[in-house]
């Protein structure tokens, strides 16, 4: 080895499964989808080659439906996912345009799919919300899995793999990693992906650290080269140092022994010293998560995101769909409350049949959420309908994003009314009693709250958006993305009146954004009043943790300071120097760094 090899080498990637392993990397290599040549088709082989095209399409299904009998007990629960891929293979969006591609262009499958995915694939990474644009790795890794038996590439079997070790890969499909065997497989760190990708979910389902996002990983690292990953971090290091290993070591036996304490005590109330109850509750995507919020400890689903459904579909689902999934959702849940935000997508962009010349320039700003639904009144009620059906089965609540005016809020109600109506004059069995809330992630529904809380039972904020509008950055820009900060003093001060609005008009005050779920923002959301938090399921246990060793009437005085401070820094370091040594308890004192 040289000294070029085993210098220290540190890659920053993304935080998408919390936890530390150590061990050998194993290079995954994946053959025949990278470099696709393309020829022309005569007429007279023309059928011959869609015929092709359709028997890949046909044993890929195969390939999935054999994964999902396979799949360990543990990951049944992520068996839709999985499912999804099987109904993308037959979409028009993928499958007829490809045949399509085909026949008009004559040119062969690999090539035709290879244009169609080049095509479909930007519609959804132009989508402004993280989630929506990591469904474009959907749309590759069902192609690639189609381009792999059109080329005869053995495809990938992670179950073949005899010895402990550490994954690298270009990417992972969600196939890929449920095929991993925990006995096996310590970790992984992948090229591509986000923390939003699906494989990551499952990642965060058996429970191993992973780190997408390296960009060159592949190239940097080679077999058998021994590589740390930090999960919670998103840090990777390639030709550690002994004393690098010796380090990450004693911060893996920390970081386990802390995660068993925490979730040990997650099914207990999130209870102040002084006895103040706060409420924490989940954030979902799949209907399958809703596991992953009960075993963490969720007292109820803050946020159920439902443009899952919608996604990839040449045809929105009709309400018999929606209700299942909803009422799934709702039985498991019992008598706890699962809050369903309605569709927060630019529609004219989740289908195949986009408009002619149709393109948004920003769609951030564009017709998303709430104005979307109001133009598209037969999609917005189909939803509504199938919302108010599952409540029959349990504690439902309406979310509804984007609001930005009064307008918006009364012109729901009235098509909810509507709604309500139609399917008791049809005698079908719903709940017309039905807490309604809004998003408050838009300024001017900061501004407006006090006209607004005598049209809701509710707000829940969003400071995912908030953050972005308020500050004006986008933060997957990353020339940007520093400015990105939850603890901004004008955020702060946004929040409070919000909360300052719903306690003097007498409805709840909710965040489901992601600055719920970091237990460095707890003593100031407490102090702000916050009735209820809501994050991913994983966050629970350390979120809970940390409220329990806060007095509520403290934290209120807290906040008195807090709100003199003009500079974000200005305002961590008062939380750090109040209250740090709770949180070096609260979480391994070597990821503060990383958090503030």
Known sequence: MTDSDSREIVLKGISASPGICIGK???????????????????????KEKNRFKTA??????????????SPEDLRQHARILETHILLLRDK???????????????????????????????????????????ANDIVHVSDRVLRNLVGAKPLDLGNIDKRVILVAHDLSPAETSQIQLERIKGFITNRGGRSSHTSIIARTLGIPAVPGLDDATRIIKNDDIIIVDGTTG??????????????????????????????????????????????????ELPEEVVSVIDNGGEGIGLYRTEFQYLSRAVFPNEDELFDKYKDVVEVMGSKTVTIRTLDINGDKAIAAIP????????????????????????????LRAILRAAHFGNVR?????????????????????????????????NRDIEIGIMVEVPSAVVMAASMAPEVDFFSIGTNDLIQYALAIDRGNEEVSYLYEPLHPAIIHMIKHVSDVAKEKNIGVFMCGEMAGDPINIPILLGLGMDELSMNPQSIPAVKRMIRTLNVGDAREFMKEVLKKTTSR????????????????ETPSEYQKDQT
């Open 25 to 47: 990397a194993y290079l995954v290599d994946k053959e025949g989808v990278d470099v696709v040549e393309k020829y022309y088709i005569g007429d007279a082989q023309l059928q």
């Open 57 to 70: 399409v046909k044993k890929a299904k195969n390939e999935l439906h054999t994964i999902i009998e396979d």
């Open 93 to 135: 969006m993928l499958y007829g345009r490809t045949i399509e591609t085909i026949e008009k262009e004559r040119v062969n499958a690999e090539w035709a799919l290879k244009k169609v995915v080049s095509i479909v694939k930007p519609m959804f990474q132009n989508m402004s919300d993280s989630y929506l644009r990591e469904r």
């Open 235 to 284: 840090i990777v290091i390639v030709h550690p140092t002994e004393q690098t290993i010796i380090e990450y070591s004693e911060r893996q036996v920390r970081y386990e022994g802390y995660r068993a304490v925490i979730t040990r005590a997650s099914h207990f109330p999130a209870v102040t010293t002084d006895g103040f109850r706060l409420q924490v509750m989940g954030n979902i």
């Open 356 to 383: 002619s010349g149709y393109e948004e320039k920003n769609p951030a700003l564009g017709l998303r959420a709430i104005r979307y639904c109001l133009k598209k009144r037969d999609v917005f009620k189909t939803q």
């Open 398 to 430: 309406i979310l509804i994003p984007m609001i930005s005016s009064c307008d918006e809020i009364r012109e729901t109600k009235q098509i909810l009314a509507e709604v309500s109506n139609s399917l008791e004059k049809e005698g079908v069995d719903f």
């Open 570 to 585: 200005d305002i961590i370091n008062l939380v750090q120097d109040t209250y740090g040594a709770m949180l070096s308890n």
